[in-house]
């Protein structure tokens, strides 16, 4: 059966490209019905001529320009990944919680780090005082990251790590440990972040001038394509821009804009797109507006594949597929009535399930407050589990398409994105418009309107200007201990003094001259933490190289 006009139907569809991937996918392989029994298709689709000229400008699943989702069967097929961010005080602490979470159905990995660590610091560093452990995980050396993966096979868990500045070195710590485990590299998977244009603009966790930092983020690239060909090189991020108060459109431009200069650095670089395209990876926030949060996350996808098609001359359909990892808003949480955040977080994270991502992390209740206790955690994760299993909306393929309000503003986001892409464009760049401070201003001036709407009742965000009770109980609050501090810092002189101090020196200058030069650093850095050369002493190397950045000025 054809569509009207003799266009390609449903039928086609199922018995093509969705059976094909079926037959790959047979994880969720159990009847899709409803409470009565009735059998869910796994798609829906108008009958009418209206609908089937609509139809054929919105694609179906798997198919460009790839808005209803990047695969054909989406989450009949599988579920997305799990993937609880987490980390804290040290490598030993934050390895018992990875353990957890995986026995309590967690799917995937995801590391988070402590400042001193993001920024090149080793945790005795005068720098790092106050800091080591209290926002992530501390790891300075390969012995960090032994106790961090210890009895987690790293060929069967797939791992994002949330690191920039260091995103090489933490890789390289990663693959030195992958190795020491035996694994295959071919079947190791995972995500560096290495977004660092990002940090100009919202975040400031840089080390480096643009320069040096573009040249670590293509040598990652190229380094991966043939050592590493399962990892994800880079996952492009408009999440903290959110979180600084950009808006939904502003996100996905800006997020774009600095995609569009890591592919032109990656080109002039010598790589080809489609050779390290399809490993590029993307994280968005997803706040409480639901509908909206649905229509960003189609209208990005779609404008990927029209970018990769049409700007970049992608071949390959992988490089036109926008893969994403979403994180429900941290901002949006509040540290009064804190129980209100199970529901905000709900809300995020089913915008981000109807709005088709690959990976998805949910807030916990208490992040307002301090880093997450293991209760709200497993929280955060069954929030995840019923979604996934009770509530329906994986059973069918972009559930909501078709709805008059979600396909316009899907329109308008994309429309208005485009607008900012253009002007970004006109400044020579995102890197040139990031100079210029444009996006900084555009955020803050975003950041102010917004807060001023609630300073004056315009918005309601309840339990703060809105539905107030006058004594709140705060719930217990998890607190990093001193002593695991102290443990960190003794694990890290022993280290120095158990390693081959001579090899060492010779390993750190070999990486000076390996970055005065054009080859490419993953090889040495690796070669430099298997031997046990910490993070902090490569960083000071590439400091002495590179220089070190100073933040834009913005007026």
Partial sequence: MSGPNGSASKDDWLEGPYRRTVEKSPERDYPFDNSDGAPVDPVYAPDDQNGWDYLQQLGFPGEFPFTRGVQPTMYRGRLWTMRQYAGFGDAEESNARYRYLLEQGQTGLSVAFDLPTQIGYDSDHPMAEGEVGKVGVAIASLADMELLMKDIPLEKVTTSMTINATGAMLLAFYVAMAKKQGADLSKVGGTTQNDILKEYIARGTYIFPPEGSLRLITDVFAWCKENLPAWNTISISGYHMREAGCTAVQEVAFTFANAIAYVDAALKAGLEFDAFAPRLSFFFASFTNLIEEVAKFRAARRMWARMAKERFGAKDPRSMMLR?????????????????????????????????????????????????????????????????????????????????????????????????????????????????????????????RYQMSVDNGHRTVVGVNQFRTDEEERPDILRVRQEVVRRQIERLNRVRAERDNGRAEQLLAYLDETARGEANLMPVLIECVENYVTIGEICRVLRGVFGEQREFMVF
């Fill in 324 to 448: 994403f990892h979403t994180q429900t808003g941290g901002s949006t949480l509040t540290a009064q009535q804190p129980e209100n955040n199970i529901i905000r977080t709900a809300i995020q994270a089913l915008a981000a399930v109807l709005g088709g991502t690959q990976s998805l992390h949910t807030n916990s209740m208490d992040e307002a407050l301090a880093l997450p206790t293991e209760k709200a955690v497993q929280i955060a994760l069954r929030t995840q589990q019923v979604i996934g299993y009770e509530s329906g909306v994986a059973d069918v393929i972009d559930p909501l398409a078709g709805s008059y309000y979600l396909e316009k503003l899907t329109d308008r986001i994309e429309e208005e994105a485009t607008k900012y892409l253009n002007r970004i464009d006109d400044m020579g760049g995102a890197l040139p418009a990031i100079e210029m401070g444009y996006q900084q201003r555009e955020i803050q001036e975003a950041s102010y």
